[in-house]
């Protein structure tokens, strides 16, 4: 057998010591429907011997791989089923009861993936871009208190696509939701288990937004890779009067590596599991650890603050040239890739709203270009829960209009004003207050009903 | 009976550390005594670091990857550098086209 070169060696020994690189998530999906029994103490069996079938050896599978290949597997996850087609022949009609039953679906999923160690469960949640079914607005009305009596379940709501438009009578209620949400958990953290989303995809790998979708098989395991370090290191060691499309050209070949990498660690962990293989989520992922910033690798491309002009445009080339160096190292790329700005757990990004150098309104503008959205927001307390649902309904529309998928997670903090900061710990970081706008867009909300999908979506 | 080779029989052993005479000499008595041959020996200073990387065939041996890997950062740590041991196809899959 031939063997590496010294060079090839040392390099990959380097990103993933001293660039930190890591695998940022081994995500295994499994679908409940085969699950559905005649009843919630059944289903929760079901549930229960599927999750513990599949999954117990997910921890220590990964750990393995990374043993053997020396690459950090950070997160191990699970995503399911969404909970409404899970649910909606359990629920009898009668809301209190099943919003009872709903807390118990999800207290099941939080403690099975407590008993195996793993830190999050994603797919407590519903799809109603077309419309809401009895069991999704269940689902919907079950969050605030979901979400405050467990620890690892996250939860999702799809309101808005490209083809179907946007949900305005869910956006409307998701306003109340979200504040009810935040009033619920302590700091309002149970609004970082929540996402909503337009153009919601099947296999995302990261939390909180991820769930197993109908279209994909029995099981299996998706990966996020994440690398802004490895990125990072290789903008700072350039020269700084590198051209940007030189710039980009280096990027794409980090990125290349990254997820070559990132694919290699999760088709073996599936092969170990005995699961398929599935999608490479190429994107950039930020962590509150020093020298895993995004905004970082925007200030690096010769930005002084990030969220200053000229800030949408080094977006635009960042997140191009992931992609196209991830797509070049792999035939499996899906879930969200492109570059994460989740502001409280970005150090930079979270200095610069400090310094009200980053505004909601760039944050909003960097969406159209970038994967996710906004997220990890944090506004004041008192925001009117119809300006929520406008925020909401703006992200949703750049979504539609550009085809892409877009987010929200947005955290209303009781009792804290904009410039405050909040502080959750461990993976979540803390963040600062964003201050919104205080025109209020309340006779918009309470129009309801729905914006239309595109006339380019008209396509047939 | 051989069993099939699969790249999982020729490990990658990694060595950086100091320039430290008798690095070579040992990890090989700690192989042999394994029962695994060394294929190939590649090394350079880099950075300032004596690094070296040994290419081995575990085909014959009754040590586990994890068990060898074990083996390896205890000598490691009686020595002064840092040994790893890596499954190649990490390096193949980041470096090749």
Known sequence: MSSPSLTDVYNTIHMSQRDKFDIRTVTLGIDLLSCIGNSITETNQRVEKKILGVAKDLVSKAQKIQDEYGVVVTNKRLTVTPASLVLANLFLNDKEKDLAISLKYAQNLDNLVSRLNIDFIGGYGALVENGATYADKIIIESLPKVLSKTERVCAFVSVASSKAGINMDIIARMGHIIHETAKSSKKAIGCAKLVVFCNAVNDNPFMAGGFHGITCQDTVINVGISGPGVVRHTVQDLPQDLSLDGLANEIKKTTFKITRAGELIGKQVAKELGVKFGSVDLSLAPTTQVGDSVGEILELIGLETVGTHGTTAALALLTDAVKKGGIMASANVGGLSGAFIPVSEDQFLSKAVKQKCLTLDKLEALTAICSVGLDMVAIPGSVRTTTIAAIIADEMAIGMMNHKTTAVRIIPVPGKKAGEHVSWGGLLGGAYIIPVHKERSDQFIWRKGRIPAPITSFRN | ??????????????????????????????????????????QAIISGNFFMIMTVDMADSSLSFEQLSRELKKLGKKIGVEINLYNQEIFTAINKI
């Open chain 2, 1 to 42: 009976m051989k069993k099939p080779l699969t790249k999982n029989d020729f490990p990658v052993i990694t060595v950086i550390g100091k320039d430290t005479k008798g690095i070579v000499a040992q990890i090989s008595n700690l192989l042999w005594k394994q029962g695994i041959n060394i294929e190939e020996i590649k």
